[in-house]
């Protein structure tokens, strides 16, 4: 019963997969991190931008604050979180610019403040997303949104994620650590 | 006739008001900035990202890239462009988010691949967009924009640009460097 | 007697001085960074880069990594520190380079690894050190060092910090945040 | 003759050898660089900052400031030229320390202000020093030094680099359009 109850107030961890594209290699590898956060901690969910209104850079910011219903129910979800796993496609030598246009969307105080988060960048190529991960630790500093110094990069996609799970060795030892990391950060 | 002709040829220059806000100081500034540009070279446009489809995030980008029609005409106004000028705003430690999603949308080769940039940054508080500067460096030198070395960063706008024109000395004379610096770059 | 003991199990927090200027207002600044953090935790002390060996990038580097006695020392004050504060001037747009030339000199794994830092950033100009503090954000990282992500920025100098102490209210009530959630993190 | 004359008045370029270790292939890839630029143009010298003063951190910054007449002579020949290649070996996640002290005895107007930068990234693991270069641009950009869109970065370099040229096809040509775009620039 104590272990319920205990269970029951632990931090509820969201993992963001940071694009818009329908059916993305980012939402599957969100699914995979989340089986590897459930094995350990009970209270993990998924917010996919892919869901987010296709309005919502015009209807949920600006003077529009607060009046998107949909937008509202996706920040209730942010709000609720206190840790957060980015999973970060790298386009165009950085992050997916909807992932700003949605935290631009989330006010201030912004909804990550005090907050803690792991990030994961993916790519096509070689990189993994250095560069994405790098702007989006400024951001997530600004707004008093703790980092995890464990950044885990997985480039060249294609080989190292296939059936909905990572291949290779050395990066899946590098997302353990992560995973036991933030929940002990 | 002669000068007709030079004029006919000269590159075009298109000035981004990187923000989807409308009324925005943003704009503002690139309208003061055009004005300074047409004293010495006539092909001077604003892009305006308020101007965006409001669904672009969704209808432009991804399976639906080219299918759009307004954004196809915002996307022409790039491919015509050989310099730019972005105003960026400061938000949330970054650049505004639809400006990297804009950008998303551009397909590859991009838009801005081969072309030259000087970039501004503004905000309310003490930083003039640092980051958001560097930040969309990294992301134009991955599209192959050069970008001119000279920075501009305006801070606390609301003392610093009023009556439609910058208030200080010391950052007119930059933005004056850098125009020179951008028609010879 | 039970306190005595439990100061004495109380984390090392070492303010590091990161330039190798003689008399600096870093220094300085570390010193009142100190008088700040001695209210709340016993055991914290000074590393001045001003007292590095002069060729210590050559006697201290690479074939020479753990033969110069006097960095040695130094490196000890390193390892036995589990949270730093790094007092960051800004020169060039970013950190001093002996900076990171003293990282460059600490072996790997590196004594920052698993360890915990927050960081200040001083200026004469308006920026505090914006660049300085994201660029050895992104080296800490690569560490495996913790950043709390209440950076602070303190810009022109000369009229912020004078008699030993910072004049200016807001600033210093960052500073207090940031200490109070150092020993927090 | 008139040939000659025009060859004589070519713009010096300077690759600089960014580490002070000692036989360090980064030295070997800027001896490669410079046969590659020779081939069309003849103004191409190496610095390689093995050969600064050991104590120049102390001996030639600050009050000591043109003081030290070996750093003055490597002062002479970043001041002689128009146009750099930076070759940046990644050390803890970004350039050497190094690098940044001599940049920071430099003095002001610093000798790279006004001035064009080609840079490269070198590393033994897969970053090619990504974070490096992104570093290194907002420094030259702080100074006035123009930067090359095209960044090349080289990871692996035990296998992408032996027996004193580039192994793999792509970044070959990578290489081969920064040339070309730096002799443009």
Redesign the interface.
């Known amino acids: 019963m104590l272990l319920y109850l205990l269970a029951d107030i632990m931090s509820e961890i969201l993992i963001i997969a940071t694009t818009?594209?329908?059916n993305s290699k980012t939402y599957q590898f969100a699914e995979y991190y989340r089986q590897l956060l459930l094995e350990q901690h009970g209270h993990t969910d998924i917010l996919n931008l892919a869901d987010?209104p296709?309005?919502?850079?015009?209807?949920a910011?600006?003077?529009n604050s607060g009046k998107n219903p949909v937008f509202n129910t996706q920040k209730a979800l942010m709000d609720a979180a206190e840790k957060f796993v980015f999973i970060v496609p790298e386009?165009?030598?950085?992050?997916?610019?909807?992932?700003?246009?949605?935290?631009?969307g989330l006010g201030w105080p912004?909804s990550l403040a005090g907050k803690k988060a792991a990030l994961v960048g993916i790519s096509d190529g070689?990189?993994?997303g250095?560069?994405a991960l790098?702007?989006l630790?400024?951001?997530?500093?600004?707004?008093?949104?703790?980092?995890?110094?464990?950044?885990v990069?997985v480039?060249v996609m294609k080989k190292n994620f296939a059936e909905g799970k990572l291949q290779d060795d050395f990066v899946t030892q590098l997302v353990a650590l992560q995973v036991k990391e933030l929940l002990d950060?």
Chains 1, 2, 3, 4 share one sequence.
């Not at 296709?54 to 209807?59: E, G, K, M, N, P």
């Not at 386009?91 to 631009?104: A, Q, R």
């Open positions: 818009n594209r329908t987010l296709t309005d919502f850079a015009f209807s910011l600006y003077e386009y165009n030598g950085s992050f997916p610019g909807v992932l700003k246009t949605f935290i631009d912004n070689n990189l993994g250095a560069h790098s702007h630790t400024d951001i997530l500093h600004y707004l008093g949104c703790n980092v995890l110094s464990r950044l990069r480039p950060f």
